[in-house]
């Protein structure tokens, strides 16, 4: 049996790096390690700038902090579904990439729901009546 690679974050050029680049309990790997002091210095410098860089000046990198922010919120509290008015944990959402918080406004369940009852004839205004006694049961009750 094969033991399965796990790639680590080198701590000084930042770079991943399987686990065997690495001596037990070092954090930086083989090719750091072997550099003079002040290189390393350096080196572990640059990546912590360019990482800072990365999620305050790219677009990317806000958005991504933006995310992690509103998902730390939704662990906590949870996320409110526009459908069900119920609160969920982020992983009953579907991803949703153009959203601002990487979700769906409207949980799992009730995304399964309407895509099957939208099906029908008359299906819409059924939905809504659906939606109307989730929303009932919801902490906000209406
Ligand atoms: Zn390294
Ligand atoms: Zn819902």
């Known amino acids: 049996m094969t033991k399965r690679e796990t790639a680590v974050n080198c701590l000084c050029c930042g770079q991943d790096k399987p686990s065997w680049d690495y001596s037990p309990g070092s954090h930086t790997c083989t090719l750091c ?12 410098r640059g990546t912590a700038q360019r990482e800072f860089l990365f999620a305050t000046q790219t677009k990317q990198g806000r958005k991504q902090a933006r995310i992690n922010a509103k998902l ?43 895509a099957q009852l939208v099906k ?16 009932k049961s919801s902490p906000e009750g209406k």
């Open 33 to 44: 390690s072997m550099l003079p002091i002040d290189q390393a210095v350096i080196k572990a």
């Open 120 to 135: 029908e004839p008359g299906g819409l205004a059924l939905w809504h009546a659906v939606r109307d006694g989730l929303r």
């Open 72 to 114: 730390e919120k939704y662990k906590a509290i949870g996320k409110r579904c526009t459908a069900c008015h119920h609160l969920k944990q982020p992983e009953a959402y579907n991803a949703c990439a153009p959203q601002p918080d990487g979700l769906q406004p409207i949980c799992r369940t009730c995304n399964q729901v309407r």
